[in-house]
C-alpha cells in the first residue's frame, strides 16, 4: 500500500466563517484526483486559540475522503500555529495554506510537480508571470507590500513572493527548519525560507491562481508596524554577515501608482 503522505496545515483564529468552506473545497479536490493519486492528503487544523466554534467545525468536517486532524495553539500568531502543527506533523511532505482558502487547489498538484522534480521547497507565488490574480486594489496597502517585499528580498533573495500562504516541503526538512524559527507572527515565512536556504534546500516558485477573499485578519493599519519589527528581527538574526539593520529598508521603491505595477506584485 502506498503510504506517502501529505499533511497540509491550516492556521485558524476565529475562522467559523471560512474555515468550512475550504475544507469542503480541499475534500472535493482529494475525491477529485485520480483513483490512486501518488500522494494521500491529510490535513492539521491548528486552533489558535479562537473563541468561537471553529475546532468544533473542523472536527466535523473530518470524513474518510479527508482526515482533519485538530490541534490548539494558544500562543497566538500565524507563526506559531504553524509551526505547531508542522511539529505535530509526521508525513514525507508537508505544507501549509491559508484558512480562507485564497490560493486555488491545483496549487497542490503544481507543488507536488515541483518536488518529484527535485526541489526541496515549492513555494506559491503570486508574483510568477503565468499566476492569476484577482484582488481589490489598494493603493496604501499596495505600497506598504511593496516595501515589505523590497525588504524580505535583502533575507531571502530570489524568492519574489514570500507571503503568498500555500508552500510545501520535504517533511524532515521543514521540521528541522521550523525548530529554528523563532518569529510567531506574519514575518514567520521570511524567517523559514531563510532557515530552509541556510539547510541548502532548492527552494522554487510556482504560478498559483489566487483570489482576494474579505474577512482577513491582518489590517495593515494595526499589525504593519509589527510585521516590519518582526522582519528587522529575522534580519538580524540570519544575516550572513555585519551588515546595519538600517540596509534592511534600503531598497528600490516602485511607484504603487504607475500603471506597470500590478496589485499582483505589489499585494503582501
Known amino acids: 500500500m502506498n503510504d506517502r503522505r501529505l499533511q497540509i ?32 492528503l491529510e490535513t492539521i487544523v491548528v486552533d489558535n486559540a479562537s473563541t468561537d466554534d471553529t475546532a468544533a467545525l473542523a472536527r466535523a ?31 514525507e511532505y508537508v505544507g501549509f495554506m491559508d484558512a480562507d482558502g485564497a490560493t486555488a487547489l491545483d496549487a497542490v498538484e503544481r507543488a507536488l510537480a515541483c518536488l518529484a522534480a527535485g526541489a526541496d521547497v515549492a513555494v506559491g507565488s503570486r508574483a510568477h508571470a503565468d499566476s492569476v490574480i484577482s484582488a481589490r486594489h489598494l493603493v496604501v496597502r499596495g505600497f506598504g507590500a511593496a516595501v515589505y517585499r523590497g525588504a524580505a528580498a535583502r533575507v531571502v533573495p530570489g524568492v519574489a513572493d514570500t ?63 509589527a510585521a516590519f519589527a518582526e522582519l528587522a528581527g529575522i534580519y538580524w538574526r540570519t544575516r550572513p554577515d555585519p551588515r546595519p539593520l538600517r540596509d534592511l529598508f534600503q531598497v528600490n521603491l516602485p511607484d504603487p501608482l504607475h500603471p506597470q505595477h500590478s496589485f499582483a506584485q505589489l499585494h503582501v
Open 163 to 225: 507571503q503568498c500562504g500555500f508552500k510545501v516541503m520535504r517533511g524532515g526538512l521543514g521540521r528541522r527548519a521550523f525548530r529554528d524559527v523563532q518569529s510567531t507572527g506574519f514575518s514567520f515565512d521570511v524567517e523559514l525560507l531563510a532557515r530552509l536556504r541556510d539547510q541548502g534546500a532548492d527552494i522554487v516558485e510556482f504560478p498559483v491562481v489566487w483570489n482576494d477573499v474579505p474577512g482577513s485578519t491582518f489590517h495593515p493599519a494595526w499589525h504593519g508596524a
Open 61 to 91: 468536517a473530518s470524513s474518510p475522503d479527508l482526515r482533519v486532524t485538530v490541534l490548539r495553539c494558544e500562543q497566538r500568531g500565524k507563526g506559531a500555529a504553524v509551526a505547531a502543527g508542522v511539529a505535530a506533523s509526521d508525513a
Open 9 to 40: 496545515v491550516i492556521p485558524a483564529y476565529n475562522e467559523s466563517s471560512r474555515l468550512p468552506r475550504t475544507l469542503e473545497l480541499l475534500r472535493r479536490h482529494v475525491v477529485s484526483r485520480p483513483p490512486s493519486p501518488s500522494v494521500r
